[in-house]
């Protein structure tokens, strides 16, 4: 891997590069190991279409290919996460016909499982509205942070539609029973509630400290055997919603077997148990 500017998160402008800033995708480097993942599409509310949805599948494969990552963040450019579907987009699907429609919504199904099933640790930074398949991407990532003033809405049913491809994954993070009323209601649902019901982790005051909050959690993974996440987090995928039967019993077994023989587990141990820092600790102050 190439290494990019160290400089941290909350020193940066809004805008990545000069270079970078006509791009409605970006996927930008702020320090060794961490990858932002960036809608900039400010005056657009950072809303996507097809076209953004391929995108940001390409620059997902392009940072999963990173053999050196540690964490990918998904944030915004400008006032808003992301609106949801662009409504020319929108507009333009509804003249499509039914096979044009489901390849369509199999492409958003794609972007929303890729995300899902990332690699390595996943962190949202939420500000202003996150509306539709926001909540979707939000839901898909396994850490988010939001500012107060974020308001996420489940909004499908107003104009007709339903929030179909990204409700597995927004219902696993919020819940069957307030599903039930926010994908019926289409209320919008303000910081402060969205963290009461699991989809939000954190709340900061104000957009401003997303930077700062995100560079605690950088700091915070630093410290981990980047393996062993990337073991965790298959765990998790594995016993999640699954009955607790000898199939699950037999993989946690054999889990935590190949954790102990692999090369950091080995190394992880070795240096707990000899009072000393672990390789992947000295690695990131050379790489830092």
């Known amino acids: 891997m190439t290494h990019h500017s160290s400089k941290p998160i909350n020193k940066l402008k809004d805008s990545v590069a000069d270079s970078a800033t006509e791009a409605a995708v970006i996927l930008h480097?702020?320090?060794?190991?961490?990858?932002?993942?960036?809608?900039?599409?400010?005056?657009?509310?950072?809303?996507?279409?097809d076209l953004i949805?391929?995108?940001?599948?390409?620059?997902?494969?392009?940072?999963?290919?990173?053999t050196q990552l540690r964490l990918l963040i998904l944030r915004s450019n400008g006032k808003h996460f992301s609106a949801?579907?662009?409504?020319?987009?929108?507009?333009?699907?509804?003249h499509n016909s039914h096979a044009d429609n489901l390849a369509d919504a199999q492409q958003l199904a794609k972007l929303m499982?890729?995300?899902?099933?990332?690699?390595?640790p996943t962190l949202a930074l939420v500000q202003g509205a996150a509306y539709g398949g926001a909540v979707g991407l939000a839901a898909c990532c396994d850490i988010v942070i939001a500012s107060e003033d974020a308001r996420f809405c489940l909004s499908e049913v107003k104009i007709g539609l339903i929030p179909a491809v990204i409700s597995p994954y927004v219902i696993r993070a919020i819940g069957e029973r307030q599903a039930r009323r926010y994908?019926?209601?289409?209320?919008?649902?303000?910081?402060?509630?969205?963290?009461?019901?699991?989809?939000?982790?954190?709340?900061?005051?104000?957009?401003?400290?997303?930077?700062s909050a995100a560079q605690r959690f950088i700091q915070q993974l630093s410290h981990n055997s980047p393996q062993a996440m990337v073991a965790a987090k298959a765990l998790i995928f594995t016993?999640?919603?699954?009955?607790?039967?000898?199939?699950?019993?037999?993989?946690?077994?054999?889990?935590?077997?190949?954790?102990?023989?692999?090369?950091?587990?080995?190394e992880g141990l070795n240096a707990f148990l000899?009072?000393?820092?672990?390789?992947?600790?000295?690695?990131?102050?050379?790489?830092?």
């Open 53 to 66: 949805i391929q995108q940001l599948l390409e620059k997902l494969a392009e940072a999963a290919a990173n």
């Open 29 to 49: 480097y702020p320090q060794a190991g961490v990858a932002e993942l960036i809608l900039n599409r400010p005056a657009k509310r950072n809303a996507f279409d």
């Open 183 to 211: 994908f019926l209601s289409a209320e919008v649902i303000q910081a402060e509630q969205a963290q009461s019901m699991g989809l939000v982790h954190e709340r900061v005051s104000s957009p401003a400290e997303l930077a």
């Open 274 to 288: 000899n009072k000393r820092r672990p390789q992947w600790l000295l690695e990131e102050n050379q790489d830092v």
């Open 84 to 94: 949801g579907a662009d409504l020319s987009w929108m507009q333009r699907m509804a």
């Open 113 to 120: 499982q890729t995300l899902n099933s990332f690699r390595t």
């Open 239 to 266: 016993v999640s919603q699954q009955p607790i039967d000898q199939s699950v019993i037999a993989a946690t077994a054999h889990s935590i077997a190949d954790i102990r023989v692999s090369t950091e587990g080995q």
